[in-house]
C-alpha cells in the first residue's frame, strides 16, 4: 500500500469476508454472510462496499451483477496497520509496544516465553 488506507471497523468486515472468500463475492452472498452476524439492510452493506470501491480496496467486475475482490491482501493490509499504530503510539519502535505490553500486565509469562522462543526460532 502505498498511501494509508482507512477502513472503519464496518468496512474491514466485509474485507475479512473478501479474503476468506476463494472467488468473487457478489452484495448479496456478503450480505448473506454478515447476516450470520449482523442484521445490515442491503442499502447499509451496498454503502460499505461503495465505501471500499471508492478507497481502491476492492474492485468491482460486472457480470449478470456486480462482484467485488480485495485489491489488497489481508497480510500487507495488517502490515501496514501495525505499521501505523507502531509510529503513531509508539514512534515506530517495536520495544516501546513491547514495553507497555509488559508493563500494562497485558502479558502473560506463557506469553513472554513463547515469544521469546518465537524470537530465538526466527532470528
Same mark, same amino acid.
Given at each position: 500500500? =502505498?498511501?494509508? *488506507?482507512?477502513?472503519? +471497523? ?6 475479512? *469476508?473478501?479474503?476468506?472468500? +476463494?472467488?468473487?463475492? !457478489?452484495? @448479496?452472498?456478503?450480505? @448473506?454472510?454478515? !447476516?450470520?452476524?449482523?442484521?445490515? =439492510? ?6 460499505? *462496499? !461503495?465505501?471500499?470501491?471508492?478507497? #481502491?480496496?476492492?474492485?468491482? $467486475? &460486472?457480470? =449478470?451483477? /456486480?462482484? /467485488? %475482490?480485495?485489491?489488497? #491482501?489481508?497480510?500487507? /493490509?495488517?502490515? =501496514?496497520? %501495525? &505499521?501505523?499504530?507502531? +509510529? &503513531?503510539?509508539?514512534? #515506530? ?14 502479558? %502473560?509469562? $506463557? +506469553? ?12
Amino acid at each position: 500500500m =502505498e498511501r494509508k *488506507i482507512t477502513v472503519t +471497523d464496518a468496512e474491514l468486515e466485509i474485507l475479512e *469476508i473478501l479474503w476468506s472468500a +476463494d472467488h468473487a463475492l !457478489n452484495a @448479496g452472498e456478503i450480505r @448473506g454472510i454478515l !447476516n450470520r452476524s449482523k442484521k445490515w =439492510e442491503r442499502t447499509t452493506v451496498l454503502t460499505f *462496499i !461503495n465505501r471500499l470501491v471508492k478507497k #481502491g480496496v476492492i474492485c468491482q $467486475e &460486472k457480470r =449478470e451483477v /456486480y462482484y /467485488y %475482490t480485495p485489491m489488497i #491482501g489481508r497480510e500487507e /493490509y495488517v502490515r =501496514e496497520e %501495525t &505499521k501505523h499504530f507502531l +509510529d &503513531k503510539f509508539f514512534k #515506530g519502535s517495536s520495544k516501546n509496544l513491547a514495553a507497555a505490553l509488559v508493563s500494562s500486565e497485558a502479558l %502473560t509469562k $506463557e +506469553d513472554v516465553e513463547e515469544l521469546r522462543n518465537y524470537f530465538n526460532s526466527n532470528l
